[in-house]
């Protein structure tokens, strides 16, 4: 079975950093472009950050340039997002997806999608 899993949400202070990974489960994450995406309670959801194919190539949401940033492990099958410099706006589930398609993937048109992981930016 064909899956992505997050993992590394939770509650942070203000000012406070975290690291999400994303897995694949099934298949090779590196043949994939691979996005993080967010939604907030009462919002849609929002692109936050894409890396290509053995991560040669990254996009930001202007909302998190500067504090955040996407890589790929070196095990291959795991993309993080380190978030740094946390603010209580980017509260939100955050889903990591996977695409054949850098364009795609950016529309949000993914082939996969995680289950989300909750990040909570509150004192």
């Known amino acids: 079975q064909l899956q992505l899993v997050e993992s590394g949400g939770g509650l942070v202070q203000p000012g406070g950093s975290l690291r999400l990974s994303c897995t694949g489960s099934g298949f090779a994450l590196d043949n994939y472009f691979i996005g993080w995406f967010r939604q907030a309670p009462g919002k849609e959801r929002e692109g936050v950050s894409f890396i290509s194919r053995w991560g040669g190539t990254s996009n930001y949401a202007d909302f998190v340039k500067g504090r955040f940033t996407i890589s790929r492990g070196s095990a291959k099958n795991i993309v993080y997002l380190d978030m740094n410099r946390l603010k209580p706006e980017d509260t939100a589930v955050y889903y990591c997806?996977?695409?054949?398609?850098?364009?795609?993937?950016?529309?949000?048109?993914?082939?996969?999608w995680g289950q989300g992981t909750q990040v909570t930016v509150s004192l």
């Open positions: 997806a996977a695409s054949l398609d850098w364009a795609a993937l950016k529309e949000g048109q993914c082939d996969y």
